[in-house]
């Protein structure tokens, strides 16, 4: 077993409330000056920065797993994440045509940039992103298992957009292997509201939209594999 320093919950420039600083190399180096192992991009709704940070990871001495964080039809926010760049990018298309065809509003919601690897600009998502979209709860995981992936609920603990502030329970037949809990000290008071939570991986991650909210090695996992212990083969 060896210890694994984690964040797999972050946002770069193309999600409207990230920061324009979060371009794919400031975030990749920011967590390796933190000494962050394995990290996950996950945009709202959207994997469109996930192939410069891949192309950018493969110099530095890091595991980027391609993610996004769906937004569910009951407004519910849910971290999903994949194999390789090739089952995120499908996924993106995917999760594309179920999101309302409603443009961004860049002066009201942010700009929603698409970046290379050398964090120039080449383009910009059209549709707001952080709109609900008719994925729902129940649909999800095995959603996610169609293209190799995995999937959790996000911020369990958190008032707005969680599976608690929204649906107010947590049910097993979701089919969710991990949880993320965003604060540590609500572990106890939201365990017995989780029905079988011993069974659960309990992830905890920066949800950063700045660089300096991105984990600086407080995050960490005991295993042999951290992508196995995930379920990512
Ligand atoms: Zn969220
Ligand atoms: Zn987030």
Same mark, same amino acid.
């Given at each position: ?16 409330? @990230?920061?324009?600083?979060? #371009? ?9 000056? @933190? ?8 945009? &709202? ?17 890091? /595991? ?7 937004? #569910? ?49 080449? @383009? +910009? ?43 107010? +329970?947590?049910?097993? /037949?979701?089919?969710? @292997? ?12 939201? *365990? ?11 992830? &905890?991650?920066? /949800? *950063?939209?700045?660089?300096? /909210? ?18 990512? +083969?």
């Amino acid at each position: 077993m060896e210890k694994v320093t984690y964040d797999l919950h972050t946002h770069s420039a193309l999600s409207p409330c @990230g920061d324009n600083d979060m #371009t794919v190399n400031n975030i990749l180096h920011m967590a390796v000056l @933190g000494g962050v192992q394995v990290l996950a991009v996950t945009d &709202h709704n959207s994997c469109k920065n996930c192939p410069a940070a891949v192309e950018v990871a493969k110099g530095l001495p890091i /595991d980027l797993i391609p993610g996004m964080e769906l937004c #569910t039809v009951e407004e519910v926010h849910v971290i999903c994440l994949f194999p390789a760049l090739d089952n995120a990018m499908a996924f993106d298309a995917y999760v594309h045509d179920r999101l309302p065809a409603v443009e961004n509003r860049p002066e009201i919601f942010g700009e929603q940039r698409i970046l290379n690897a050398a964090d120039e600009i080449v @383009g +910009y998502e059209p549709y707001l992103l952080i709109n609900a979209t008719s994925i729902s709860i129940e649909e999800v995981v095995p959603l996610a298992k169609r293209f190799g992936g995995i999937c959790y609920p996000a911020h369990v603990d958190k008032s707005s957009t969680s599976v608690f502030s929204n649906l107010g +329970y947590f049910s097993s /037949d979701w089919g969710f @292997g991990a949880v993320e809990i965003a604060n540590r000290q609500k572990i106890e008071e939201l *365990a017995p509201k989780i029905p079988g939570f011993g069974e659960l991986l309990v992830l &905890h991650s920066s /949800d *950063a939209h700045y660089l300096w /909210d991105i984990s600086q090695g407080e995050n960490f996992l005991f295993c042999n594999n951290f992508r196995r212990a995930l379920g990512l +083969y």
